[in-house]
């Protein structure tokens, strides 16, 4: 009867072990995202929202230069001698 249950406890500690790797490997299909989803999450992490259209003018626009913007017309910009 010792030999038996010694026998029972393997078992159930290997079936055990086997439904703990199973269930932690197991694949959870990932969310839809909504709409709405997408509204929250940009007004938790303090985006903007814009539309394809204002995408559009934002990319065709004339960009304005980082150096234009910190020095003043006439100033001129700063050149590196190597």
């Known amino acids: 009867m010792k030999g ?3 026998v029972l406890i393997a078992l159930a ?8 790797i199973w269930h932690s490997n197991r694949v959870v299909p990932p969310k839809e995202a909504t709409w709405d989803d ?9 985006y903007q929202l814009i539309t394809t259209d204002e995408l559009s003018r934002q990319y065709t626009a004339k960009p304005e230069s980082p150096a234009s913007r910190r ?6 910009i700063p050149h590196r001698s190597y």
């Open 71 to 76: 020095y003043p017309p006439g100033m001129g």
């Open 4 to 6: 038996a249950s010694k």
């Open 38 to 46: 997408v509204k929250a999450e940009a007004r938790q992490g303090g």
């Open 13 to 20: 500690a290997v079936a055990i072990t086997m439904g703990a």
